[in-house]
Every structure is written in structure tokens, then in C-alpha cells.
T-cell receptor, first 109, second 116 residues
Framework: KNEVEQSPQNLTAQEGEFITINCSYS?????LHWLQQHPGGGIVSLFM???GKKKHGRLIATINIQEKHSSLHITASHPRDSAVYIC???????????FGQGTRLTINP | ETGVTQSPTHLIKTRGQQVTLRCSSQ?????VSWYQQALGQGPQFIFQ???????GRGNFPPRFSGLQFPNYSSELNVNALELDDSALYLC???????????????FGEGSWLTVV
């Protein structure tokens, strides 16, 4: 079992729909990252959080430390949101991030 | 744009050859981490450099080696290339090691390596 599991692996939706991507992890963490990766390969950091909820524009990230679970929500989705969304966790004292396999999101017009 | 630049962006090598990938970190960042991302997978940690010293290594063989220079730019070297080394290689820089909130990590665009 991977330390970081994401669901779903693939998600196709219509423009305007509310999107939820889930991430579960099995290790103690100091921070959880939500990242966006476009087909070219570059990765952009969307959120870094260790508790509660963060919002940036149409994106919302939540984390429940007790349940070791985080969600990324996209409101009023748009085709330009189409990308791979990756959850990654950093453990206290560890140098590395451990990544989930990513969720490929496709928003159709 | 993150300020982390990688080169080359794409390259093709033959099995058995050697490759060097380069990364210029975000200004002021003294920590650089390298990740390998195979197609359809999440990135895997190769190693991290902090102030020119290796500061942690993932489960990669010794033919994967690295360097960090006084200006904190970094190189990833892979010797005796194998077909399975074909992947996207990502560089990430941060102000300091560790994954605490506030230590934002910036990724480069990656170097796509194909081994034939």
C-alpha cells in the first residue's frame, strides 16, 4: 500500500461542475501539498497546509489530521483547470516529499 | 514562473551512456531536491542537496549522483543509462530542508529523458 493514495485516478466533468479530489496518507506529516501538473511537465504548488482549510480563488483545500485525509475542491470548474493534480506529504524531519500518483482531471466545455 | 530553471528540456540517450541534467534554484534557496517521475506515476525522491552536501537519498542506485555548487545550482548525473531511466526529472528548490508549512517548494519544468 502506498503511503499516499489519491482518488479518483481519472475524473472527467462538464464545465461548471464542482470537483472534489481526495488524498489519504498513512504517515505522520508536517505539511501536505496540493500540486498541479500540466502536460508539459512543470509542477505548480497550489496549497501547503498542516491543518484546517485554505482558499485561493476557486480552489479550496481542507485537511483532517486525525483522519489523515485531505481534499481539494474546485468550484465552477473550467476547461483550463484540466491538469493532473497531485497530493504530496512531508514528514517531520524528513527531507523528501512523498507523492500520490495524481488525479487526471479533464473539464469539457 | 517559479524561478527554477532546468536544462535540457528534452534529450535522447542510448543505453549505457551517461547524462547530466542541470538545475538553477530559486534565488536565495540553498536546498535542491531531485525527483524522477515515470509516465503515469507520481514523482519519486532521488536525493536532496543542502549547502553543497547531500542531505538525504531515496532508493536509487549509486549510478545516480549529484552535485551542488556554491551558487546553489545543482546537477544530476546518471551513469550506465538503462531503458527504465526514461522519465521526467524534476528539480525542486526551497529555502531550507524539511517540509514545514512556510517552506514553499518551487519546481522546475523538468527534463524529459528518453533512453533508447
Amino acid at each position: 500500500k502506498n503511503e499516499v493514495e489519491q482518488s479518483p485516478q481519472n475524473l472527467t466533468a462538464q464545465e461548471g461542475e464542482f470537483i472534489t479530489i481526495n488524498c489519504s496518507y498513512s504517515v505522520g506529516i508536517s505539511a501536505l501539498h496540493w500540486l498541479q501538473q500540466h502536460p508539459g511537465g512543470g509542477i505548480v504548488s497550489l496549497f501547503m497546509l498542516s491543518s484546517g482549510k485554505k482558499k485561493h480563488g476557486r480552489l479550496i483545500a481542507t485537511i483532517n489530521i486525525q483522519e489523515k485525509h485531505s481534499s481539494l475542491h474546485i468550484t465552477a470548474s473550467h476547461p483550463r483547470d484540466s491538469a493532473v493534480y497531485i497530493c504530496a506529504v512531508g514528514s517531520q524531519g524528513a527531507q523528501k516529499l512523498v507523492f500520490g500518483q495524481g488525479t487526471r482531471l479533464t473539464i469539457n466545455p | 514562473e517559479t524561478g527554477v530553471t532546468q536544462s535540457p528540456t528534452h534529450l535522447i540517450k542510448t543505453r549505457g551512456q551517461q547524462v547530466t541534467l542541470r538545475c538553477s534554484s530559486q534565488s536565495g534557496h540553498n536546498t535542491v531536491s531531485w525527483y524522477q517521475q515515470a509516465l503515469g506515476q507520481g514523482p519519486q525522491f532521488i536525493f536532496q542537496y543542502y549547502r553543497e552536501e547531500e542531505n538525504g537519498r531515496g532508493n536509487f542506485p549509486p549510478r545516480f549522483s549529484g552535485l551542488q555548487f556554491p551558487n546553489y545550482s545543482s546537477e544530476l548525473n546518471v551513469n550506465a543509462l538503462e531503458l527504465d531511466d526514461s522519465a521526467l526529472y524534476l528539480c525542486a528548490s526551497s529555502l531550507f530542508p524539511g517540509a514545514a508549512v512556510g517552506n514553499t517548494i518551487y519546481f522546475g519544468e523538468g527534463s524529459w529523458l528518453t533512453v533508447v
